[in-house]
């Protein structure tokens, strides 16, 4: 079974800047979420989304973040513009199968410099 | 809405002794408990899961119990090996918080030689 997508693996930038990530799901899954990991911390969740419909986008900045799943299969999820307390890893999972276990994707580094 | 204490935040062990890990939550609804181990510079990946119909359940070296009274749930790891250092992370989840995922803090564990 393939596993969660996520690209790119890493990405610098300078605050003020834009920057987007993307994820693909695993196959079937309706619930993605995005969650951002600062160094030393859990996983903090940003957005849940199920199918192509926010769920839960309380902790989500949205003076800067925004996040879309279109067709209800990839999701983007974009910054604009980055400050440097964006630094970190934002993680993509996905929710589904048999036991309805959320598995992760492998994240994207961001560095704001 | 959901909030999960872990502790402790780091743990020493020497090869071949246990290791346990400790979490409180405060959403009595939550029903699912899991545990991801993060290696560095890695995803979560899921290790072992708990949900709020049974008290125990084991897997090889590692183990989960659960108390709903008490709302607290643990880790148990027996026989130590240097593979197991990581970071762990506790979380709960619960159907009326829309099954979103709520994270400990993590506990940075370091199996010595």
């Known amino acids: 079974e393939a596993g969660v997508a996520q690209s790119p693996r890493y990405k610098i930038i300078e605050k003020r800047q834009s920057v987007a990530f993307w994820c693909n799901p695993i196959?079937?899954?309706?619930?993605l979420y995005w969650y951002q990991q600062i160094l030393g911390q859990g996983p903090k969740l940003l957005i849940q989304?199920?199918?192509?419909?926010?769920?839960?986008d309380s902790q989500l900045p949205k003076d800067r973040f925004s996040a879309e799943r279109l067709k209800g299969v990839d999701s983007t999820l974009k910054i604009q513009p980055a400050k440097l307390e964006d630094s970190a890893v934002y993680l993509c999972?996905?929710?589904?199968?048999?036991?309805?276990?959320?598995?992760f994707g492998p994240g994207t580094r961001l560095t704001v410099l | 809405g959901e909030n999960v204490e872990q502790h402790p935040s780091t743990l020493s062990v020497q090869e071949g002794d246990s290791a346990v890990i400790k979490c409180t939550y405060s959403d009595s609804a939550s029903n699912y408990f899991p545990w991801y181990k993060q290696e560095l510079g890695k995803r979560p990946q899921l290790i072992i899961d708990?949900?709020?119909?049974?008290g125990e359940k084991k897997d090889q070296r590692i183990a989960v119990t659960l108390n709903k009274t008490a709302k607290h749930f643990s880790l148990h790891i027996t026989e130590t090996q240097p593979e197991d250092s990581a970071v762990y992370f506790c979380?709960?989840?619960?159907?009326?918080?829309?099954?979103?995922?709520?994270f400990g803090g993590g506990t940075r564990v370091l199996v010595k030689p």
């Open positions: 196959s079937g899954h309706a619930t």
């Open positions: 989304f199920q199918n192509n419909g926010v769920v839960d």
């Open positions: 999972a996905t929710r589904g199968g048999l036991n309805n276990e959320q598995f």
């Open positions: 979380a709960a989840r619960s159907q009326a918080a829309g099954n979103k995922l709520t």
């Open positions: 708990i949900r709020s119909n049974v």
